[in-house]
């Protein structure tokens, strides 16, 4: 039980989550691979959802260029690690939950090991190396990949698993080809835009966690921020995909 059990008591009340529901996001655990402007949104909500416990991986440290969109940070953290400063804020913003941080970058096989350790993972890095390496490892070891991205105006959604026999995985969604994309380091993007996506990428985890199906899978979901217009397109397995194809 938590010292605080006020805080959810607005998830308690939605009949969809009810008290068993917030139990089980207590009970869960949740991988955030990405302390940018993403998974400051998602960590930020998963603590102050209660999520019991929340792994932070990322080896970056904290740039200037970071503090308009990256709200966990200020201008004093310049300099020291994404994930330890983020532990200390989600600390202050929710105490009773166990907060883990990975501050280095995972080979494929640490990858598999911290991945199966949790019961959900939350990818907002912006690189396909580690996205792909990501979506590996939740297919090997069978765990929901929430995957997010930004960029100017524009951000993506989209979930994958648990059954990847059935699921598609990132790597039916791009392939090494797509390479190329720019991330918003030469690019620019609107701070809130990563907001946007990363709560909507929390939104996915709390109701899989609360044990409500999964509705969103083999879609990927596509938003104009200057319209504020979303799309939703279809995701077919990919016959040809080097990783989930591998479980048929
Ligand atoms: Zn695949």
Request: charged residues 20%; aromatic residues 6%; proline residues 4%.
């Amino acid at each position: 039980m938590s010292d605080h059990p006020l805080r959810a008591i607005r998830h308690n009340a939605l009949p969809q989550i009810g008290n068993a529901g917030q139990e089980r996001i207590a009970r869960s655990s949740a991988l955030v691979i990405g302390l940018g402007g993403i998974g400051c949104a998602v960590a930020s909500y998963l603590a102050s959802s209660g999520t019991g416990h929340l792994i932070l991986n990322d080896f970056d440290t904290i740039d200037e260029t970071n503090l308009g969109r990256q709200f966990l940070y200020g201008p004093d953290d310049i300099g020291k690690l994404k994930v330890e400063v983020a532990a200390q804020r989600l600390a202050a913003i929710n105490p009773d939950i166990q907060l883990s941080t990975i501050s280095r970058r995972l080979d494929p096989v640490e990858l598999k090991t911290v991945t199966g350790d949790a019961d959900i993972v939350l990818d907002g890095t912006d690189n396909f190396a580690t996205r792909f390496a990501v979506s590996d490892a939740c297919v090997v070891t069978g765990r929901v990949l929430v995957s997010g991205s930004a960029i100017r105006f524009e951000g993506q959604l989209a979930v994958f698993g648990p059954d990847y026999t059935k699921s598609c995985c990132y790597r039916c969604l791009y392939t090494e080809a797509d390479e190329s994309l720019q991330d918003c380091s030469g690019n620019g993007v609107l701070a809130p835009i990563p907001g946007v996506i990363g709560s909507l990428m929390a939104s996915e985890a709390l109701k899989y966690l609360a044990g409500m199906p999964l509705a969103n899978t083999n879609t990927v979901r596509l938003f104009d921020g200057i319209e504020n217009h979303w799309q939703s397109l279809r995701i077919a397995k990919r016959s040809g995909c080097t990783s989930c194809n591998k479980l048929r």
